[in-house]
């Protein structure tokens, strides 16, 4: 079974960093990813960090600044490093890739179960 897995999220004071991790596993022949979300109560879910297509990094404005996505160096896990964590920052994070399995020809897009961030004032 394919699927991305989130971890680091949970309880920080405002100021505070944390980083979230996002990693694909199952058959796997290659995988794209392709950036962070994020939905906090109530809301519906929006752009966090993302790759472009042309490979500019696109950043909410909301974070500019504060937060840094990345990928390791073989392109299996994807971070977001979160600095200066604001209470709004409260939401549950999700990653979103194209991951091309092992037994089919063309990719499909696939988002991770979420992780919870919570910013405490």
């Known amino acids: 079974q394919v699927q991305l897995v989130e971890s680091g999220g949970g309880l920080v004071q405002a100021g505070g960093s944390l980083r979230l991790s996002c990693a694909a596993s199952?058959?796997?022949?290659?995988?794209?990813?392709m950036g962070w979300y994020r939905q906090a109560p109530r809301k519906q879910r929006e752009l966090v960090a993302v790759?472009?297509?042309?490979?500019?990094?696109n950043y909410a404005d909301s974070v500019k600044g504060r937060f840094t996505i990345s990928t390791d160096n073989i392109g299996n896990t994807m971070y977001l490093q979160m600095n200066s964590l604001k209470p709004e920052d409260t939401a549950v994070y999700y990653c979103?890739?194209?991951?091309?399995?092992?037994?089919?020809?063309?990719?499909?897009?696939?988002w991770g179960q979420g992780t919870q961030v919570t910013v405490s004032s």
């Open positions: 979103n890739a194209e991951i091309l399995r092992s037994d089919r020809l063309r990719p499909s897009g696939y």
């Open positions: 199952g058959r796997i022949r290659a995988t794209k990813f």
């Open positions: 790759f472009s297509s042309s490979g500019v990094i």
